[in-house]
C-alpha cells in the first residue's frame, strides 16, 4: 500500500468549499502561522491582577523621566495610570451646576467674580465651561475659563477676554428667545451679543419654547439690534412666547484638577475660620465626578499622558507632578473625537474638533509646534486648522512612518508636514477605503493596515491597496454594524501579526468577540475567537497587551496558556481527495508528524486528531476519534474507507506547544462501495 505525503496551503481559506479546498485549512481558531507550518497561538497572563470593570477602548504606554513605565487605560467609565502593579485612578472628574446668575464686574476691569452655591472649595488648577452664555457688565461669558483664583468657599474669579463696560453686582443673564406662532423664526435676546448676519452661534443646552426645541448650531439670520439676533429652526412655532434657556439658571461644566495647594489656598485665603485663614493650610478641594465617555484617545508629549474623550476637551496628566488626575488643557479645543501627535515637529492633532463652541466632524486644529498649549494661530507659530472637503466626518487618524493620515468615513488623507506658513500639506490619496473605526488602523513594519465596513487595506510603497483576505466571509457576514466602531486593529510585531478584532452579530454582546489576522511574512490569514476591545503593541511594557470588555488586562506571548487555563487550539483542513471516479479507497494508518514542544523541549503536547470520512461532498460524514496523538505514538490506525477525507487537530493539555510538520497516510484502492 503506497504512503501518500499531505502537504497544507499555508493559510485558512473560508471563501470556498470544504471539497474546492483541497490541502488546505478551512476552518481554526487560536493558532498562528510560523514556518508556512499551522501552530498553537501563544497564550497570555494578567499585566495586572484585579479586574478594571469599565471597558478599555484605548491603551498607550510610556516612560517618565524616573525611567518608570506607565500603562493608561481609557475606558468608558474611567482612566486608569498602571506602573509597578499599582493603579492609580486618574480620570477626569467633573461637575455640572445650575444655579441663578450671580456674577460681578467692574468697569474696566477683565475680572469677574462668580458666586455658585453649589460648589464648595474651587481651585485655580480647576477650570470651567460655560454651557450656557452669560451677558453682563457688557460682556458675553462663554467656552473654557481657566479660575484664576478661589475668593471664599463658593466664590472665585475669572478672567474675561476683554474688559467690562459696567459695574455690575450678582446679575448676569442668559438669553432668552421670542418665538411667534406659524413660524421658524426665533428672536434671541443676549445684551451685547457682537454677532454679525452670517456669524454662527452654538447652544449647548436644549431649550424649548413655544414648541420649538432650540438645540445645536445656528447661522444668524438677521441683527435687529445690539442686543438681538434672529435664528431659524428647523420646525415653526406653536405658540407665540418667550422663554429663557435653561429655565434662567446658568448651566457651568466644572473640570476639576485635583493637585498641590493651588496659588491662592494659603495663609490669608479663604474665609475666617475655615481652610487656610490664618492656618497655612488649604481647604478640601472640590471633588466632582470621573468624566464618563464612550471613547477614548490616548497618546504621550514626553512623559505627558495626553488624554482625549470621545466629544470633550483635551487632558494631560505628568507623574510625580502632584496632581492627582488627568486636568484640562484650556486653550485646547473644548470638544474633540480624537488626538494624536505628529512628528518630526511634536505637534498636537486633533481631529473632529470645534472652533470655538461649534464642533465640525471634519475638522483638524493643531497646536504649536514643542507647544500643546498654544492653538491660535499667529505669525509666529504654527498653531493651525483644516478643514477635510470631502466625506461627512474624519472618523480616526494617526501617524504613519512617513505622514500622518487622516480617514473619513469615505477616504483617506495624507497630513504631511512642511513646516511654516502653511505647516502641514493635505492630499487625499484614495477614496472608497475609508475607516470602520477610530482603533482600526494600525502601523506593522513600515505598512499602514485598516479595516472598513467592507473590506482591508494596507498602504506601504505601493500606495493604498485592497488586502485580498481568504477569511473575508467570517468577517464581514457575520460583522455587528451597529458597533463596528468598536473594531481594533491590533498589531504584533514578534510574529508579523496583524489582528483584527471585531464585534461579531453572532455573538450579539455589542463587544469585540471575535478575531481575523493577517501574517504578512507568511501571506496567510486565519481567525477565532477572542474578546479584546484594546490592544498594544510591543512597547516599553514588553510583549503586546490587550483588554477584555470586562476590563482584565492581559499580557500576550508569555505563556502556553490562557491565564493559567488551558487552551484549546485547533483547525481542520478541507477535504482530500484520496480517490478519483468510482472506487473507494481504504485508508488504515495515518502517521503525525509534529513539533511536540517548544526548543529546546523535546516532547510533551499531546494532540487529538479527529478524521472525517466521506463518499461525496455533501454526503453523510462519517467522523472517527479522536485519536490521541504524542511524540511517543509513531502511527494511529484509523482503518476507514471513503473518497474524501478532512482532518481536525486539537489540543486542550496545560504548558504544551506544537507545530505540524508533514503528515502521510496508508491507503489503497478498495472497490466501488
Known amino acids: 500500500m503506497p504512503i501518500v505525503p499531505l502537504r497544507l496551503t499555508p493559510t485558512v481559506n473560508a471563501e470556498v468549499t470544504e471539497t474546492m479546498n483541497e490541502a488546505g485549512i478551512s476552518a481554526c481558531n487560536l493558532i498562528r502561522f510560523k514556518a508556512k507550518l499551522p501552530q498553537k497561538l501563544g497564550g497570555w497572563t494578567r499585566y495586572y491582577a484585579n479586574n478594571l470593570g469599565s471597558t478599555a477602548r484605548d491603551l498607550h504606554a510610556w516612560q517618565d523621566l524616573s525611567a518608570n513605565d506607565w500603562l493608561a487605560y481609557g475606558a468608558t467609565g474611567s482612566v486608569t495610570a498602571l506602573s509597578d502593579d499599582i493603579a492609580y485612578a486618574i480620570s477626569p472628574q467633573t461637575l455640572t451646576s445650575d ?35 452669560i451677558a453682563v457688565g457688557g460682556l458675553i461669558l462663554q467656552g473654557v475659563y481657566q479660575i484664576t483664583a478661589p475668593v471664599t468657599t463658593t466664590e472665585y474669579q475669572i478672567t474675561a477676554a476683554s474688559n467690562a463696560s459696567s459695574s455690575v453686582t450678582a446679575g448676569g443673564a442668559v438669553p432668552s428667545f421670542g418665538t411667534t406662532s406659524g413660524s421658524a423664526t426665533v428672536t434671541v435676546t443676549l445684551t451685547a451679543h457682537g454677532l454679525s448676519v452670517d456669524d ?17 448650531t445656528y447661522p444668524v439670520l438677521s441683527v435687529p439690534t445690539a442686543n438681538t439676533f434672529t435664528i431659524s429652526t428647523t420646525g415653526v412655532a406653536t405658540s407665540t412666547t418667550s422663554g429663557s434657556m435653561n429655565g434662567g439658571d446658568v448651566r457651568i461644566k466644572y473640570f476639576l484638577a485635583l493637585g498641590p495647594s493651588g496659588l491662592g489656598s494659603g495663609y490669608g485665603t479663604g474665609t475666617y475660620g475655615t481652610g487656610g485663614y490664618g492656618t497655612g493650610v488649604a481647604a478640601a478641594a472640590q471633588t466632582g465626578d470621573a468624566l464618563v465617555a464612550t471613547d477614548y484617545a490616548l497618546d504621550n508629549w514626553g512623559e505627558i499622558l495626553l488624554a482625549c474623550p470621545e466629544d470633550e476637551g483635551i487632558f494631560q496628566w505628568q507623574p510625580n507632578s502632584g496632581f492627582q488626575n488627568l486636568k484640562l488643557i484650556t486653550e485646547a479645543p473644548i470638544f474633540n ?8 515637529a511634536q505637534i498636537l ?22 507647544d500643546f498649549t498654544v492653538w491660535t494661530p499667529t505669525a509666529s507659530n504654527q498653531a493651525g486648522s483644516y478643514r477635510i472637503p470631502t466625506g461627512s466626518k474624519i472618523v480616526g487618524g494617526l501617524q504613519a ?10 477616504d483617506v488623507w495624507a497630513m504631511v508636514y512642511q513646516g511654516p506658513p502653511y505647516v502641514f500639506g493635505f492630499n487625499k490619496i484614495s477614496s472608497g477605503c475609508g475607516l ?11 505598512n499602514v493596515f485598516w479595516m472598513n465596513p467592507g473590506n482591508f487595506f494596507v498602504m506601504g510603497s505601493g500606495g493604498v491597496q485592497v488586502l485580498p483576505c481568504s477569511v473575508w466571509d467570517i468577517v464581514f457576514q457575520d460583522l455587528d454594524t451597529a458597533n463596528q466602531h468598536k473594531c481594533v486593529a491590533a498589531p504584533n510585531s514578534t510574529f508579523d501579526e496583524i489582528w483584527f478584532f471585531y464585534p461579531s452579530a453572532s455573538d450579539g454582546t455589542g463587544e469585540c468577540d471575535k478575531y481575523v489576522k493577517f501574517n ?19 512597547s516599553v511594557l514588553g510583549q503586546p497587551i490587550g483588554s477584555t470588555s470586562n476590563g482584565i488586562i492581559y499580557q500576550h506571548e508569555t505563556s502556553p496558556n490562557a491565564d493559567g487555563q488551558a487552551m484549546n487550539p485547533w483547525f481542520e483542513t478541507g477535504y482530500f481527495v484520496i480517490a478519483e471516479g468510482q472506487d473507494m479507497v481504504f485508508l488504515d494508518w495515518f502517521f503525525p508528524d509534529f513539533k511536540w514542544a517548544e526548543y529546546p523541549g523535546t516532547s510533551g503536547a499531546t494532540i487529538l486528531c479527529t478524521i472525517t470520512a466521506v463518499d461525496y461532498p455533501n454526503s453523510t460524514e462519517r467522523v472517527y476519534g479522536p485519536f490521541t496523538l504524542t511524540a511517543a505514538k509513531n502511527f494511529i490506525n484509523c482503518r476507514l474507507r471513503g473518497r474524501q477525507i478532512k482532518l481536525k487537530f486539537e489540543s486542550q493539555d496545560l504548558d504544551s506547544f506544537w507545530r505540524l510538520g508533514l503528515m502521510r497516510y496508508r491507503a489503497n484502492k478498495d472497490g466501488r462501495r
Open 520 to 538: 504578512t511574512t507568511e501571506n496567510a490569514w486565519d481567525y477565532g475567537t477572542m474578546q479584546r476591545s484594546a490592544w498594544i503593541d510591543q
Open 337 to 344: 473625537r480624537g488626538i494624536f501627535v505628529a512628528m518630526p
Open 200 to 216: 454662527q452661534y452654538t447652544f449647548l443646552v436644549s431649550t424649548t419654547v413655544g414648541g420649538i426645541t432650540i438645540f445645536g
Open 436 to 446: 470602520v473605526g477610530k482603533h482600526a488602523a494600525a502601523v506593522l513594519r513600515g
Open 349 to 370: 492633532v486633533a481631529w473632529g474638533s470645534s472652533i470655538g463652541q461649534q464642533q465640525d466632524p471634519l475638522i483638524i486644529n493643531w497646536s504649536d509646534s514643542e
Open 401 to 410: 512612518p512617513q505622514q500622518a493620515l487622516i480617514w473619513t468615513d469615505i
Open 99 to 133: 444655579f441663578t446668575p450671580d456674577f460681578d464686574t467692574t468697569n474696566g476691569s477683565a475680572t469677574v467674580l462668580i458666586n455658585d452655591p453649589n460648589i464648595a472649595n474651587v481651585t485655580d488648577y480647576d477650570s470651567i465651561l460655560f454651557e450656557t452664555p
